[in-house]
């Protein structure tokens, strides 16, 4: 079955990079019917979307994150990778990646569908 | 402050129907399609809804969901116990290009 798993380490100090792995199996990553995405979720319990890579490698991203997020791809190892730059204690939450479903179909959305498989998630914290 | 407004908390007893609302507006649910998630207490969210109304499989027909222009509702028939958790709405914006989610509605099962 389709499993994602976060990795990464729990705590980050101010204005430094944080870097995420999330692992993916039991599918392939080349689709051209999913994208992996990031999503965070605040304290609070606030879900924010970070962005989103296709398999031919172009990326959206949300304009909140002003540029500071990188989302990247290796095919042969299965991992999808998301740097934050110039973290702040505003970027500590549970970190999610997961499957998003696409298709030319939503191509007026966004490209968006759904996220339908999520990783069990990660915390980090931002903090010196 | 989310851009899709869902209430913050609902309560019902075992057995019985509850209507979950989200509201947006004509650059997102309007003119999109609406998922929603489940989030059981010290879980990642879980896909119930997708395209206004399809369930995934393995998700209970107990689940449904619908939307008429702004708003997406989601409907839970004969509560269970079990369906104590978060819900929150999810849909792609046009004027701000990102998915944009509501801020959750902790569903209580008395």
């Known amino acids: 079955q389709v499993q994602l798993q976060e990795s990464g380490p729990g705590l980050v100090k101010p204005s430094q990079t944080l870097s995420l792995l999330c692992t993916v199996s039991g599918t392939p990553m080349k689709s051209t019917l999913h994208s992996w995405s990031w999503i965070r979720q605040f304290p609070g319990k606030g879900l924010e979307f970070i962005g989103y890579?296709?398999?031919?490698?172009?990326?959206v991203y949300n304009p909140s994150l002003k540029s500071r997020a990188a989302i990247s791809m290796d095919f042969p190892k299965q991992r999808v990778s998301l740097k934050l730059r110039s973290v702040s204690a505003a970027d500590t939450a549970v970190y999610y990646c997961?499957?998003?479903?696409?298709?030319?179909?939503?191509?007026?959305?966004?490209?968006?569908?759904?996220?339908?498989?999520w990783g069990r998630g990660t915390l980090v914290t931002v903090s010196s | 402050q989310s851009l899709l407004m869902q209430p913050p908390s609902m309560s019902a007893a075992p057995g019985q129907t509850v209507i979950l609302s989200c509201s947006g507006n004509?650059?997102?649910?309007?003119?999109?399609?609406v998922s929603w998630y489940q989030q059981l207490p010290g879980t990642a969210p879980r896909l119930l809804i997708f395209?206004?109304?399809n369930r995934p499989s393995g998700i209970p027909d107990r689940f449904s969901g619908s939307k008429s222009g702004a708003s997406a509702t989601l409907v839970i028939t004969g509560l269970q116990i079990g369906d104590e958790a978060d819900y929150y709405c999810?849909?792609?914006?046009?004027?701000?290009?990102?998915?944009?989610f509501g801020a959750g509605t902790k569903l209580t099962v008395l």
């Open positions: 999810g849909t792609w914006d046009n004027s701000l290009t990102t998915v944009v």
């Open positions: 395209d206004n109304n």
């Open positions: 890579i296709y398999y031919s490698g172009s990326t």
């Open positions: 004509t650059s997102n649910i309007d003119k999109n399609y």
């Open positions: 997961a499957r998003l479903y696409t298709s030319s179909h939503y191509s007026n959305s966004g490209s968006f569908s759904r996220f339908e498989y």
